[in-house]
């Protein structure tokens, strides 16, 4: 079955840290764009950040830049979003997405377009 997971969602008070997962299952993550989303209620799905397939070079939005951190494993076909002094307005549901083609290139990463597997999300909420 061809899937990927996200764990590691929660609720977590404001200047917390959360790690989120994504394994994959039926699909390699080598050799593909990765990026992790964000869709609040009434609001667009946007990309926090992502990591290329082709130079394995970051973007990171700008209001996580310095915060949050994208990695990826390879032996565990899993990619990871840790992120640090979290803020309500962080609270969202997360979601990782796969590349549709491999050797993405990093200036695509950023476009809900160039993903074509996706997770179920996983919910993260920023609260005192």
């Known amino acids: 079955q061809v899937q990927l997971v996200e764990s590691g969602g929660g609720l977590v008070q404001p200047g917390g840290s959360l790690r989120l997962s994504c394994a994959a299952s039926g699909l390699t993550l080598d050799n593909y764009n990765i990026g992790w989303f964000r869709q609040a209620p009434g609001q667009e799905r946007e990309a926090v950040p992502c990591?290329?397939?082709?130079?394995?070079?970051?973007r990171y939005e700008a209001s996580v830049k310095g915060r949050f951190t994208i990695s990826r494993d390879h032996s565990k076909n899993t990619a990871y979003l840790q992120m640090d002094s979290l803020k309500p307005e962080d609270t969202a549901v997360y979601y990782c997405a796969r590349g549709g083609a491999p050797g993405g290139s990093p200036i695509h990463c950023f476009s809900v377009y160039e993903y074509n597997y996706w997770g179920r999300g996983t919910q993260v909420t920023v609260s005192g």
């Open positions: 990591i290329s397939a082709r130079d394995y070079s970051t």
